[in-house]
C-alpha cells in the first residue's frame, strides 16, 4: 500500500556525516509513524530512530545525540541525519512506515565507515 526507497547511502571516514532519505508513494504519508532500523554483518535487525505522525521523536541509546530524524510530508520523505559517523554504525540502513496493524519497509541502503 505503500512503497519506501531510500537513498543517501555510501562511504564515509570516521566523524563524517551523511543524511539518509526515504521516499514515500502509493499512499497517505502522513498518517505513518516512520522508522529507521538497521543490521549489520552477521547481526540482528536493530532499531534507530523513529518519528511520529505528531513529530515526537525517539532515539536508541547508541545514536542519541548524533542522529536526528525528520519528516517532511509536503515532500512524502523522511530524513535521517548522521553526525559523527563510528565504524560501529557501518550497517545496513532500513526505512519503515507504520499504520495501526500495518507495516512497510524499504530495501535498505548501504552505509560504511571506514577510513
Known amino acids: 500500500q505503500v512503497q519506501l526507497v531510500e537513498s543517501g547511502g555510501g562511504l564515509v571516514q570516521p566523524g563524517g556525516s551523511l543524511r539518509l532519505s526515504c521516499a514515500a508513494s502509493?499512499?497517505?504519508?502522513?498518517?505513518?509513524?516512520m522508522g529507521w532500523y538497521r543490521q549489520a554483518p552477521g547481526n540482528k535487525r536493530d532499531w534507530v530512530a523513529r518519528?511520529?505522525?505528531?513529530?515526537?521523536?525517539n532515539y536508541a541509546d547508541s545514536v542519541k545525540g548524533r542522529f536526528t530524524i525528520s519528516r517532511d510530508n509536503a515532500k512524502n520523505t523522511v530524513y535521517l541525519q548522521m553526525n559523527s559517523l563510528k565504524p560501529e554504525d557501518t550497517a545496513v540502513y532500513y526505512c519503515n512506515a507504520g499504520y495501526l496493524h500495518y507495516d512497510y519497509w524499504g530495501q535498505g541502503t548501504q552505509v560504511t565507515v571506514s577510513s
Open positions: 502509493g499512499s497517505s504519508f502522513s498518517i505513518y509513524a
Open positions: 518519528i511520529t505522525q505528531g513529530g515526537s521523536t
